[in-house]
């Protein structure tokens, strides 16, 4: 299985901050890379897909990049609704996620 | 809009069996891969198994396979997952999820969840 390996595992950042979330998988998985926003409680909800597509009604504030296998989530200027979970997810093969980072307040 | 709405969790015996149900509406079902995806109270998120729109494709996580069998009824627009021989480790909020497209692993829409505790 391709191991994503995901970090930090938890930040802290203030309102209007940017934040970057980073994503390592373990062999090429060619931009099959989406990213996953979970708020406790709730179910996760898919943000960006094949690295960098916003799905439709994310605000453009995220953001997704991809270099080789390493591929980077922003938030280009925190707001109070994005302290949450975030988790990366490979679709390239047998899905596997990334161990998530918290993004909590400071 | 679409929904998911799981049932079917509960406390349960090591070694004993359970079936989750998911009802899905809101959108043609039959047109989507659908999938079951686990997460320990707590923990991180792991993909359990997955079915295409027309049954003819299944496949399971390497931690259930053998013991957890995943079906659909696309007269009912539901979908299930048979398991047995459960154990502790099993324990986790089970998510019934949409794929975006007919199959690929993007998981669009998620139910809110069922939880299921193996436990004596």
């Known amino acids: 299985d391709i191991q994503m390996t995901q970090s930090p595992s938890s930040l802290s950042a203030s309102v209007g901050d940017r934040v970057t979330i980073t994503c390592r998988a373990s062999q090429s998985i060619n931009g099959y890379l989406n990213w996953y926003q979970q708020k406790p409680g709730k179910a996760p909800k898919l943000l960006i897909y094949?690295?960098?597509t916003l799905l439709s009604g994310v605000p453009s504030r995220f953001s997704g990049s991809e270099s080789g296998t390493d591929f980077t989530l922003a938030i280009g200027s925190l707001q109070p609704e994005d302290f949450a979970t975030y988790y990366c997810?490979?679709?390239?093969?047998?899905?596997?996620f990334g161990g998530g980072t918290k993004v909590e307040f400071k | 809009e679409v929904q998911l709405v799981e049932s079917g969790g509960g406390l349960v015996q090591p070694g004993r069996s359970l079936r989750l149900s998911c009802a899905a509406s809101?959108?043609?079902?039959?047109?989507?891969?659908m999938y079951w995806v686990r997460q320990a109270p707590g923990k991180g998120l792991e993909w359990v198994a997955g079915?295409?729109?027309?049954?003819?494709?299944?496949d399971y996580a390497d931690s259930v396979k053998g013991r957890f069998t995943i079906s659909r009824d696309n007269a009912k627009n539901s979908l299930h997952l048979q398991m047995n021989s459960l154990r502790a480790e099993d324990t986790a909020f089970y998510y019934c999820?949409?794929?975006?497209?007919?199959?690929?692993?993007?998981?669009?829409?998620w139910g809110q969840g069922t939880l299921v505790t193996v436990s004596s």
């Open positions: 999820v949409k794929d975006f497209n007919r199959g690929g692993y993007l998981f669009d829409t």
């Open positions: 094949g690295a960098s």
């Open positions: 079915i295409s729109w027309n049954s003819a494709d299944t």
């Open positions: 809101g959108f043609t079902f039959d047109d989507y891969a």
């Open positions: 997810q490979q679709s390239y093969s047998t899905p596997t």
